[in-house]
């Protein structure tokens, strides 16, 4: 079985409500969400993309995602209007052991260390799809909800 299986199960379009943690009020705000998820490469690859907003703000993020069997790991590259601007962050994470996936990645954060990533993007095939992101603290010890979105299909 491919470790992007359960992931491409979900192929399609999605809705539901996006939760993110504004740093800069210190409170949640919600927005509405979508998500298509699109195979490439016969099914070597699987692309995320995704849209919510702030502040009324339109904003819109993409993973491609793969697995490379050498490594047994789940590889990602990541963008995103609002997080990360104009960079791609490279993420990368185990097999998974169920439908889960998880990615790791850094991001710079001058004049301090780098700051970590974590994505956790969870399908349930035809029921629900669910995408949660967290800021990882330099020391890696200590992890901060950073955005979740809850989908249904569309």
């Given amino acids: ?3 992007l299986d359960c ?5 399609g379009n999605w809705r539901g409500t996006n939760t993110l943690q504004d740093p800069n009020t210190g409170k949640p705000e919600e927005s509405p969400a979508t998500a298509a998820v699109t195979p490439i490469l016969d099914g070597r690859f699987v692309r995320l993309d995704y849209t919510w907003g702030h502040q ?3 904003q819109a993020g993409s993973f491609l995602i793969g697995f490379e069997k050498r490594s047994d790991a789940v590889t990602a590259h990541w963008i995103d209007s609002w997080h990360n601007g104009d960079r791609v962050m490279v993420c990368e994470g185990p097999r998974p052991n169920g439908p889960a996936i998880e990615v790791r990645g850094t991001y710079p954060a001058p004049p301090g260390p780098d700051w970590g990533w974590r994505t956790e993007i969870t ?8 995408l949660v992101m967290f800021n990882v603290w330099p020391d890696g010890e200590r ?4 955005m979740e979105t809850h989908l249904a299909r569309a």
């Avoid at 399908?123 to 669910?130: C, N, V």
């Avoid at 992890?143 to 950073?146: I, T």
């Fill in 1 to 3: 079985m491919n470790a």
């Fill in 7 to 11: 992931l491409i199960a979900c192929t």
């Fill in 143 to 146: 992890e901060e909800l950073a």
């Fill in 123 to 130: 399908p349930d095939g035809e029921r629900s799809l669910r």
């Fill in 56 to 58: 009324g703000e339109p």
